[in-house]
């Protein structure tokens, strides 16, 4: 059996195994393990099973992953999200549509203290749909907005898919979240400016903005406080050399936790909580690393990844095109995985396609660019269907709204995806501008 043969029926297990709702991590060990057996035999496979797991577990740089879901989950229980949406709620108060865009400011904030897409999504919309659903918002733009807002979670730092991407290909985490800050800016604004034109195109979808006026008070003003110390403290600290990204994310897991107390909204069952979804979130994601390890190493035994690199360097065609085609097939394939499986299973085979072009920039500012490109590509398979996760826990805390209103209504927001994208194509020195700064 060829190469090309055994990737493709790699690729057939594993996706055959997630049809029949297999757990992602389980289909990616069965196909890796299937692979690497049919290719090397029982004896190396049991030898390299018995070693993989603990060199994988074993760094230390994992560890960072922990901590800021961690931090996240303590700002989630700890009730730190009403006091951002009250000061956001009365900031855009003036505008057509307010209550949408201060939703979408929300997420931005918060997810500066989470980096977890799923997590913003579902805390702020616990706080935000029904206020928007009191003051006549549609159903369509009150979820789309929310899970749209939510991907700002993974997009501003702290990311939880950037930290894995900086695992995999031995990035500096913090030069990644540099070049991630203007980018996530620029979504959060292409959301607001998304939501103006649709609320002004679309009639009866927000109310006017007499109708959702509102009033910033002192104590959402001073409740704001603690989340602009805390992101301050963290990623102050991470550039002005003072600590690590790993103990900076636990610096802002515990300045979170204490941030929680302060607010006596921290009860011991929801500490409790705290600690068990990231332990749950943490064991997926480091299962998921085992079965992309193994799967890959039986990827890499075919040398197809190794073939497909030499192919494109020796084609005749822009680089620019040879990354504008990975990009299309990573929208097309988060339309059917989770972000961190998408990044777990292809940057070990498009990273060193990708850096064996030249793209006159140094290597460090390519792998840079190619993270955040990758990174706001994986946010696509947030909203896209048929999988759309964020739609998924938005539309399922929203009674009565039919999940294909909730696709309906992210659609301007894929729209402004899409032209950001196309931006950080064109223009890479958008992700890489702040990068200077950081040593």
């Excluded at 009730?79 to 931005?108: D, P, Q």
């Excluded at 980018?183 to 998304?194: D, E, K, Q, R, S």
């Excluded at 035994?301 to 040879?322: D, E, F, R, Y």
């Excluded at 990975?326 to 988060?334: E, Q």
Aim: proline share 5%; hydrophobic share 55%; aromatic share 10%.
């Amino acid at each position: 059996m060829s190469g090309l043969q055994l990737t493709g029926l790699i690729f057939a297990v594993m996706i055959g195994l997630m049809a029949v709702r297999v757990p992602i991590a389980v289909s990616m060990f069965a196909a890796g393990v299937a692979g690497y057996w049919l290719q090397a035999g029982w004896l190396p496979l049991s030898n390299f099973l018995n070693t993989q797991a603990f060199a994988r577990f074993a760094s230390y740089d994992l560890s960072v992953i922990p901590l800021f879901i961690l931090m996240g989950n303590f700002a989630t229980q700890g009730g730190l999200s009403r006091a951002l949406f009250e000061v956001a709620a009365g900031a855009m108060a003036r505008f057509k549509g307010g209550l949408a865009m201060a939703s979408v400011l929300t997420c931005a904030a918060f997810g500066a203290i989470c980096g977890s897409s799923v997590a913003t999504a579902a805390t702020i919309t616990s706080v935000a749909l029904p206020e928007m659903k009191r003051h006549g918002y549609s159903g369509r733009l009150a979820t789309g907005t929310l899970a749209a807002g939510g991907t700002l979670g993974i997009l501003i730092p702290p990311s939880v898919p950037l930290v894995i991407y900086a695992i995999l290909t031995e990035q500096n985490i913090a030069k990644l979240f540099a070049a991630a800050m203007i980018p996530g800016l620029i979504a959060m604004g292409g959301y607001l400016a998304a939501i103006a034109i649709y609320v002004r195109l679309v009639p009866g979808q927000a109310p006017e903005a007499s109708a959702a006026g509102t009033r910033l008070s002192r104590s959402a003003l001073l409740g704001v406080g603690p989340i602009v110390v805390i992101f301050l403290i963290v990623f102050g600290g991470i550039y002005g050399g003072k600590f690590t990204p790993t103990e900076g994310a636990a610096v802002g897991a515990a300045c979170t936790f204490a941030a929680a107390l302060l607010k006596r909204e921290m009860t011991l069952a929801k500490f409790r909580q705290c600690f068990l979804s990231t332990a749950e979130a943490s064991a997926m994601i480091f299962m998921i690393f085992l079965g992309a390890d193994i799967m890959n190493s039986a990827l890499a035994l075919t040398q197809v990844p190794a073939q497909l690199s030499s192919l494109v360097q020796g084609w005749n065609v822009s680089p620019i095109w040879v990354v504008t085609a990975i990009v299309v097939f990573y929208i097309a394939l988060g339309c059917l995985m989770d972000e961190l499986s998408v990044l777990l299973l292809t940057i070990p085979i498009f990273f060193p396609v990708v850096m064996g072009l030249d793209f006159g920039m140094p290597r460090e500012s390519v792998a840079i660019w190619f993270g955040i490109l990758v990174l706001m590509t994986v946010s696509f398979g947030l909203l896209a269907p048929p999988v759309g996760l964020n739609v998924y826990v938005v539309n399922g805390m929203s009674r009565g709204v039919p999940i294909a209103e909730s696709y309906r209504g992210v659609m301007p927001f894929l729209a402004s995806d899409a032209v950001r994208l196309v931006l950080l194509l064109v223009f890479p020195s958008i992700s890489l501008w702040l990068v200077q700064f950081v040593s």
